[in-house]
C-alpha cells in the first residue's frame, strides 16, 4: 500500500517568514495530494490540493509543488502569520472513493 | 455546501459500556463514509472505510467486533464503541466521500470519547 512520510515534524518560524512542509510518498499511481490544517480539537480543513497533472499551484501565501518523478510534494506558506499555527497533514490519494494516507504531521508555531 | 456532522461531539461513558457515534453529510450523498481515530499529537489512522449498503472494510488491526460500523443510508453512517475500555478512549472522526466532488473528501468535527 501507499506510504507517505513527513518532514519536519515540529517546526518554529518567525512572525513574517517563509514555513516549507514536505511529503514523500510511493505509489506512483496515486494522483491527488491534499494538505489539511488541524486546530487543537477540530476537524481537519483543507487549505491547498493538487492533483498530479499539474506541478504548482498557488493560493495566496500558501502554494504546493508536486515532483512526480521523485515522489515528492511540498507545502509552502509565505508571510507567516500566528494565527498559522496549527498541525499540517500531507495526504495521498489513489482514485476518488479510496482511502486517504495521511503523512504523521507538522506542528507548526509562528512566533509573533 | 458539502457539510458533514458528528454526534455526540464529545461523549464520556463508564468502562463497559457501548457508545455509538453517528455521522451525517448534510447537504450531499456520500457513496463512502471513513473512520478515523486520532490520539494526540499524532495523525489520524484510518480504521475502516464504509460503502452505503455493504460491510465496512476494516483495516489491519482493527477489531470489527469492536469497532461496529453501519452505514444505512447515504446520508448515515455509525460507529459503535462495544464494551469500551479507558484505551478506546479517543478522538473520533469521519469523513465523507463522494462521486461528484472527484478526490476530495469530507470530514466531520469529530467525537471526543472518554472511558472512565
Known amino acids: 500500500g501507499e506510504n507517505v512520510e513527513q518532514h519536519p515534524s515540529t517546526l518554529s518560524v518567525q512572525e513574517g517568514d517563509s514555513a516549507v512542509i514536505k511529503c514523500t510518498y510511493s505509489?506512483?499511481?496515486?494522483?491527488?495530494f491534499p494538505w489539511y490544517k488541524q486546530e487543537l480539537g477540530k476537524r481537519p480543513q483543507l487549505i491547498i490540493d493538487?492533483?498530479?497533472?499539474?506541478g504548482e499551484k498557488k493560493d495566496q501565501r500558501i502554494a504546493v509543488t508536486l515532483n512526480k518523478t521523485a515522489k515528492h510534494f511540498s507545502l509552502h506558506i509565505t508571510e507567516t502569520q500566528p494565527e498559522d499555527s496549527a498541525v499540517y497533514f500531507c495526504?495521498?490519494?489513489?482514485?476518488?472513493?479510496?482511502?486517504?494516507?495521511f503523512g504523521t504531521g507538522t506542528s507548526l508555531t509562528v512566533i509573533p | 455546501g458539502a457539510v458533514v456532522s458528528q454526534h455526540p461531539s464529545r461523549v464520556i461513558c463508564k468502562s463497559g459500556t457501548s457508545v455509538k457515534i453517528e455521522c451525517r453529510s448534510l447537504?450531499?450523498?456520500?457513496?463512502?463514509m471513513f473512520w478515523y481515530r486520532q490520539f494526540p499529537k499524532q495523525s489520524l489512522m484510518l480504521m475502516a472505510t464504509s460503502n452505503e449498503g455493504s460491510k465496512a472494510t476494516y483495516e489491519q488491526g482493527v477489531e470489527k467486533d469492536k469497532f461496529l460500523i453501519n452505514h444505512a443510508s447515504l446520508t448515515l453512517s455509525t460507529l459503535t464503541v462495544t464494551s469500551a475500555h479507558p484505551e478506546d478512549s479517543s478522538f473520533y472522526i469521519c469523513?465523507?466521500?463522494?462521486?461528484?466532488?472527484?478526490?476530495?473528501?469530507?470530514f466531520g468535527p469529530g467525537t471526543r470519547l472518554t472511558v472512565l
Open positions: 447537504d450531499f450523498q456520500a457513496t463512502t
Open positions: 493538487i492533483r498530479s497533472n499539474v
Open positions: 505509489d506512483s499511481a496515486s494522483n491527488y
Open positions: 469523513s465523507a466521500a463522494t462521486g461528484d466532488r472527484g478526490n476530495e473528501q469530507f
Open positions: 495526504a495521498a490519494n489513489l482514485k476518488p472513493g479510496n482511502q486517504f494516507y
